[in-house]
């Protein structure tokens, strides 16, 4: 079945570059997402890459997807205090209306 | 600039009691979702419209479960006869499809406690 798994937790200092990363089962996953939860808040869509895609960068963000190991990681560069929040990789199908989110990244920004 | 709105932002409720839930979208947006997130996980898939029609719903919504979108613009989720394991956040999210590829955008959520 459709799995999408994350590490939950991540801390970093102010400033240094954050890495999350995510592994996918579904073979047939076209489009991959990079989702920001605040406390309290929704999903805030962030960046998101297609399957034909290995690397997608935008602005503070890098996307590298490895297709052949199902592997998606985010980087976010000179990460911020405001940069802490949950965040969530998710995958869908062509066609699919199914939308699959991983557990989760709780990344901590140190001063 | 409105955004996909629900209401309410929480919500307490007795056991037994049934509660409704709204949720506008984003007013050109033909698809609306609904997804339940409990702490400590993701957003779970529970149903979503296809304009006014319900297309899919997931086996995580029981009987006591009933969402509607009449007009094809708002919708309604109604949980009757509460549980204790019903509470949880309730995330509705609306997206354009047609273009390819396919963003959700999400409300602030409706947080159910259920005691």
């Known amino acids: 079945g459709e799995d999408v798994e994350q590490s939950l937790f991540l801390s970093v200092r102010e400033g240094d570059s954050s890495v999350i990363n995510c592994t996918y089962t579904?073979?047939?996953?076209?489009?991959l997402y990079w989702y920001k939860q605040e406390p309290g808040a929704g999903l805030q869509l962030l960046t998101y890459i297609f399957s034909n895609m290995d690397m997608k960068q935008d602005q503070r963000l890098t996307v590298l997807l490895n297709k052949k190991d199902k592997h998606l990681s985010l980087r976010i560069a000179d990460t911020q205090t405001g940069d802490s929040a949950i965040y969530f990789c998710?995958?869908?199908?062509?066609?699919?209306?199914?939308?699959?989110f991983g557990a989760g990244t709780r990344l901590f920004v140190k001063a | 600039d409105t955004g996909v709105s629900q209401d309410p932002r929480h919500k307490i409720t007795k056991r037994g009691q049934n509660v409704t839930f709204r949720c506008d979208p984003i007013s050109e947006h033909n698809r609306l979702y609904w997804y339940r997130q409990t702490l400590g996980q993701g957003p779970e898939f529970l149903t979503y419209f296809q304009n006014e029609a319900q297309l899919e719903k997931s086996r995580l919504l029981s009987d006591r479960f009933s969402a509607e979108r009449p007009k094809g613009s708002f919708s309604t989720l109604e949980i009757q006869r509460t549980e204790q394991g019903d509470s949880a956040m309730y995330l509705c999210a609306s997206s354009l499809v047609g273009q390819g590829d396919e963003k959700l955008f999400f409300g602030s959520g409706t947080q159910l406690s259920v005691l």
């Open positions: 998710a995958e869908r199908n062509t066609g699919g209306f199914k939308t699959i």
């Open positions: 579904d073979s047939s996953s076209t489009y």
